[in-house]
């Protein structure tokens, strides 16, 4: 299994482009999420998802758009990118979100770099 | 919103000294993960706690989970080099895998 994988690995945009940041993985797991992490500041969670068509915000959701159409994919789109959405992006996945422990694995990452 | 808090921000120490973090919340968690994130690297997953007073170890790391479910720690007995990295906890909301991470610790070990 490949896990989670994130493309591209680097990213730098000008203000006000857009793009999308690609996860997938290969595990079957229904829950799937994107955070993104600042120095000091950890991990915050921008969207989630259940399983396939569904989705929910997270903690900082402004400016971020996702869908889920198949359970193996889940992208994150930035619609006018800012300086403020400078940061390493990470997409994770777990198996269901309702056993007693489940691990959630992460991506290498996306490091976006906003001019 | 709920924070969850970690101290120190940074540690620096010598090879075979331990080390401590400390994980706390304004409100009740419910159940607490670690992970470790090397640098340049991703969070990968150490534990879950999920009772009260909990304490499980894993080799040289100890975590424990308070009694109140408002605090979590992870203590690293004899460091190592290959223990550098920032450790996060996150509260894992029950019943869902939303993750409200830690502002984490970061760990430099001196040979």
């Known amino acids: 299994n490949a896990g989670v994988t994130q493309t591209p690995k680097f990213q730098v945009l000008k203000t006000g482009q857009s793009m999308t940041l690609q996860c997938a993985q290969d595990m079957n797991h229904e829950y799937m999420s994107w955070y993104r992490q600042d120095p000091g500041m950890g991990l915050r969670l921008i969207h989630y998802?259940?399983?396939?068509?569904?989705?929910d915000q997270g903690e900082v959701p402004n400016g971020y758009n996702v869908s889920r159409s198949t359970t193996e994919d889940f992208p994150l789109r930035l619609l006018s990118a800012a300086p403020s959405q400078t940061s390493v992006y990470f997409c994770a996945s777990s198996y269901s979100g309702q056993g007693d422990t489940d691990t959630q694995y992460f991506g290498p990452g996306t490091r976006l770099t906003v001019l | 919103g709920q924070q969850v808090m970690q101290i120190p921000q940074y540690q620096h120490v010598q090879e075979g000294e331990d080390f401590t973090t400390y994980c706390n919340s304004s409100?009740?968690?419910?159940?607490i993960q670690w992970y470790k994130q090397r640098p340049g690297g991703h969070p990968v997953f150490l534990i879950q706690l999920v009772k009260s007073g909990e304490v499980k170890k894993q080799k040289r790391l100890t975590f424990q989970f308070g009694e109140a479910k408002k605090n979590s720690s992870l203590h690293i007995t004899a460091t190592q080099t290959t223990d550098v990295g920032t450790y996060f906890c996150a509260d894992r909301r029950g019943g869902t895998d939303k993750l409200i991470f830690g502002t984490g610790t970061r760990l430099q070990v001196f040979p």
């Open positions: 998802s259940v399983g396939a068509g569904i989705t």
């Open positions: 409100t009740t968690l419910s159940n």
